[in-house]
């Protein structure tokens, strides 16, 4: 089911995540995902959080495959995508600041974990790509964090090329990316630097240009798992279903 780890130094507390399926998720692991960043938003030992996926493939590569595929009525379909909503509105919620480290590609939910950070650090090699509509669904749940990011036609340029990667370069220059690197070893000295300073700030300035960074998304906490209604439905129809089991083979 992969697995979630918290290191907590010199009040930085970086979160690696883990599946053996190019670190997609199930819903048990969206909703570890969740608990601990709520557990760490309560830490008053930490200031920073860093979000960071295991390896040297992928970032994250969206929602679990075996378990779309499993889902067999509205109410489990619902459920499965409010599990993004539940990670993104944690996110957003967080008191700390959330700096990701987006080492490699990412596609769908990746691309919204990404776009949910408030500050990110990748390399050249960290393309993107939004392909739900693809298979019959669409990036309901995380569009509006990743529109918040690059813009509504940068968003409907991702989300209207399902099979289209965007570079890095591309993420970079549309606002995704705060930051690119042709490597992981200098994304993480220039990442080790920037979080030590940042950490090092008055956490009562950090804590209050957090909430101006996310002033007009409170209505998040009900739009989010509307989406998730809409891609609840769309998940179970016969398109999906046999787009699924393409993809599978």
């Known amino acids: 089911m992969g697995s979630i780890e918290t290191f907590i130094q010199n009040n930085i507390a970086t979160i690696t995540f883990f599946h053996p399926s190019s670190n997609s998720?199930?819903?048990?692991?969206?909703?570890?995902?969740?608990?601990e960043i709520?557990?760490?938003?309560?830490?008053?030992?930490?200031?920073?959080?860093?979000l960071k996926s295991a390896g040297t493939g992928a970032f994250c590569a969206?929602?679990?495959?075996d378990e779309l595929f499993s889902i067999s009525n509205y109410e489990e379909g619902s459920r499965f995508?409010?599990?993004?909503?539940?990670?993104?509105?944690?996110?957003?919620?967080?008191?700390?600041?959330?700096?990701?480290?987006?080492?490699?590609?990412?596609v769908g939910g990746g691309v919204g974990l990404a776009a949910a950070c408030d500050y990110a650090f990748a390399t050249n090699k960290s393309d993107v790509k939004l392909s739900e509509i693809a298979i019959g669904i669409g990036p309901f749940v995380i569009e509006p964090a990743v529109s918040r990011k690059i813009g509504?036609?940068?968003?409907?340029?991702?989300?209207?090329?399902?099979?289209?990667?965007?570079?890095?370069?591309?993420?970079?220059?549309?606002?995704?990316?705060?930051?690119?690197?042709?490597?992981?070893?200098?994304?993480?000295?220039?990442?080790?630097?920037?979080?030590?300073?940042?950490?090092?700030?008055n956490y009562d300035a950090?804590?209050?240009?957090?909430?101006?960074?996310?002033?007009?998304?409170?209505?998040?906490?009900?739009?989010?798992?509307?989406?998730?209604?809409?891609?609840?439905?769309?998940?179970?129809?016969?398109?999906?279903?046999?787009?699924?089991?393409?993809?599978k083979k």
């Not at 989300?159 to 690197?181: D, M, Q, R």
Request: charged share 25%; aromatic share 12%.
């Open 62 to 65: 969206g929602a679990s495959f």
């Open 38 to 50: 709520n557990l760490l938003s309560k830490n008053e030992a930490v200031s920073i959080i860093v």
């Open 81 to 106: 995508f409010s599990g993004f909503a539940n990670v993104i509105n944690a996110m957003r919620r967080c008191p700390k600041l959330i700096i990701g480290r987006i080492h490699g590609k990412a």
């Open 206 to 247: 950090l804590f209050e240009i957090k909430k101006v960074l996310w002033e007009g998304t409170n209505d998040w906490d009900s739009l989010l798992y509307e989406r998730a209604a809409i891609s609840g439905r769309l998940v179970l129809s016969d398109f999906t279903k046999n787009a699924l089991k393409k993809f």
């Open 152 to 201: 509504k036609m940068a968003m409907s340029e991702m989300t209207l090329n399902p099979t289209a990667w965007k570079t890095s370069k591309w993420a970079f220059e549309k606002g995704l990316y705060s930051e690119i690197f042709d490597s992981i070893e200098e994304l993480d000295k220039r990442l080790d630097e920037y979080t030590n300073e940042l950490a090092s700030y």
């Open 25 to 35: 998720f199930p819903s048990v692991l969206l909703q570890n995902l969740t608990d």
